[in-house]
């Protein structure tokens, strides 16, 4: 297996190699992000690099694995602007309260981009993902992480709650805290 190592100037959070801080961990060393694969290519001239095989990204608050990663390569003090891993997607991370969050699906792709003053930045995961939390169990096609705006978008889903909503405290409020 083959080993790469690329030094982000952001932590990681959310999705491996998404360079914001949302969820940045707070006063740990910066950590490289590791990726192994089977077999790597990497085109200087346009900046991507092509991994096959075995996948595995790891990242102080992120672990993907998959079968097929491409990342294009921001310039030197740049900004990630497109990374899509497809084939049994599985990512585990954890969120800005500790928790660790399982999906998988059979495609995602981080996009970034800026224009002018507005920056838009998302994660998509199509091919049936499935999002387990430590509350609930989210299936939507496709689903859509906002990360400027920090909101999730399920298009036809099904949310499954892990516990009742009134979870015997003698009230009707829900625990989840959805709102």
């Not at 950590?31 to 990497?42: G, R």
């Not at 997607?89 to 800005?96: G, K, L, T």
């Not at 992480?145 to 829900?174: C, L, Q, V």
Request: glycine share 6%.
């Amino acid at each position: 297996m083959k080993k790469a190592v690329f030094f982000f100037l952001v932590a990681a959070g959310g999705f491996a190699l998404a360079q914001t801080n949302v969820f940045a961990p707070k006063n740990l060393p910066h950590t490289p992000t590791e990726i192994s694969s089977d077999s790597a290519d990497f085109d200087l001239n346009i900046r991507r690099g092509i991994y096959r095989g075995h996948v595995s990204v790891v990242d102080p608050k992120v672990k993907m694995t998959c079968e097929w990663l491409v990342v294009d390569l921001p310039a030197s003090g740049g900004h990630l602007s497109h990374v899509s891993a497809e084939t049994n997607v599985v990512i585990d991370f954890i969120d800005e309260k500790g928790l660790t969050n399982h999906v998988t699906s059979a495609k995602v792709v981080y996009a970034y981009s800026e224009q002018g003053s507005v920056t838009n930045e998302t994660v998509t995961w199509t091919g049936n993902p499935v999002v387990e939390t430590p509350d609930m169990t989210i299936l939507s096609e496709p689903l859509v992480w906002d990360r400027m705006a920090n909101k999730f978008y399920f298009t036809n889903e099904k949310m499954i709650p892990r516990h009742s909503f009134n979870a015997g405290n003698g009230t009707n409020a829900s625990p989840l805290k959805l709102f």
